[in-house]
């Protein structure tokens, strides 16, 4: 947290999944819709933070995040890889579609870059400019019924 507040960013919600199917007793779909691909924790957050699935992005170096974002209803994901990458280049392929964008960003700035071309914003925005209220963080753990 010190490292984002340093460089003026912060936490809108975080989620964390404490379901393990080698360590959850009785493991069933009920836990693996926390645990990535499913999901179960962008649901969390999407309601918690009262916003809209498809007005969202995700942006990381995993691939399986960005399998989590379609779940999700994501409008798409930024995958941070090299452009040389054969297996990113084969995750734009079989995960893009009508209603999900993937692409590849260098790094963070690259992402911001990308992602201000596809929602919008104008030339010049920073990180700090992508939120006008202050964060609140949301921390919750799922609870199986």
Sequence with gaps: MERLAAENAA????AACPFH???TGRWSARHAYWRKPGPGMIDLLVTELNIA???CWMISGAMIDVLTARAAGLSGAI???REDDADAAAVLQGATSPLFEVALAEDLADA???LSVRIGLSAGVTGTDLTSSPPKLVAR?????
């Design 11 to 14: 936490l809108d919600g975080v």
């Design 21 to 23: 199917p080698e360590f």
């Design 53 to 55: 699935a498809r007005r």
């Design 79 to 81: 995958l941070l890889s």
């Design 112 to 114: 911001l870059a990308v």
């Design 141 to 145: 753990q799922p609870a199986i019924t």
